[in-house]
């Protein structure tokens, strides 16, 4: 998303809780259902939030998906195998009780993992994470590396031909062609989204397109977080607001 696309909007209004009624709602994970951790194991889902984002989903008529930088299969593990799914910001995709739509796992990704524990090696507070058909090199336990660990990500990302994604203390390589708002194209033209007004909630960089891709379908977008540049239309401020907000919506007809 290139910086020209971002409307300088520093404070946006909170979402009307009528946003929800009609919605196909799109819900990031990371920062947006659950607050950041120390690291990516860090992250528990709590009943409640499962809960919730099924009675949401009963009341939207089954028209919610999690749209995540993180696997299918993580997001399975973490307790969301009951929920429509689009893993690694966009490639992959599945649905309750199916299999996993996604490419294969690429040698490049095996080859942008060895060189990100080259790097880790030595180097404490450092962490790779392994994920399905991508790597992330974390560097929120060491700060100080943050700036080389970019540099490396990017050399690696054109010289293996991956896609470069940032996110928070995080360099992630992954193949290309897809992105969170392709995946709200693609599951808004599916079955249980079809139909509904795309609604994008999220808080990091790789929800940029998200929001785009709900605002060019006659929705809109929530940031998540503090003022920043942004094409979303509406904001809260953290994860409880979110779930304040997802309350609102269950107590409204779909
Ligand atoms: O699209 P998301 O659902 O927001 O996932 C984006 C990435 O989230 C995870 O990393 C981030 O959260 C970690 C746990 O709070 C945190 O330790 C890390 O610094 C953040 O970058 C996840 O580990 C990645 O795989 C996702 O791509």
Redesign the pocket.
């Known amino acids: 998303m290139s910086e020209s696309r971002l409307a300088p909007l520093p404070h946006l209004p909170p979402p009307p809780a009528s946003l929800l009624t009609g919605a196909s709602l799109f819900l990031?994970?990371?920062?947006?259902l659950?607050?950041?951790?120390?690291?990516?194991d860090?992250?528990v889902v709590d009943t409640d939030l499962l809960t919730l984002l099924g009675e949401l989903r009963d009341a939207l008529g089954g028209r919610l998906a999690?749209?995540?930088?993180?696997?299918i299969a993580?997001l399975r593990d973490l307790g969301f195998a009951n929920f429509l799914l689009a893993g690694?910001?966009g490639l992959e995709f599945a649905h309750p009780g199916e299999g996993v739509e996604a490419p294969p796992r690429r040698p490049a990704v095996d080859d942008a993992e060895a060189a990100f524990h080259a790097f880790a090696d030595g180097k404490p507070g450092l962490l790779v994470?392994r994920?399905s058909i991508?790597v992330?090199l974390?560097f929120?336990g060491a700060p100080q590396w943050g700036a080389q660990a970019g540099e490396l990500a990017s050399d690696l990302a054109d010289k293996l031909g991956l896609a470069l994604?940032p996110?928070?203390?995080?360099f992630?390589l992954r193949p290309g062609g897809a992105d969170?708002g392709s995946a709200v194209h693609v599951l808004m033209a599916r079955a249980p989204m079809a139909g509904g007004r795309p609604v994008f909630i999220?808080?990091?960089v790789?929800?940029e397109e998200g929001f785009a891709a709900a605002a060019a379908l006659g929705g809109a977008g929530i940031l998540v977080g503090p003022p920043r540049a942004t094409l979303a239309a509406f904001s809260l401020e953290q994860v409880a607001a979110v779930r304040h907000y997802l309350l609102e919506g269950v107590a409204r007809p779909g």
Do not use: Y
């Open positions: 990031d994970f990371d920062g947006t659950a607050p950041i951790a120390d690291t990516p860090g992250v999690i749209v995540s930088g993180r696997s993580t690694t910001h994470e994920k991508s992330g974390h929120r994604q996110g928070k203390m995080l992630e969170k999220g808080d990091d790789t929800d």
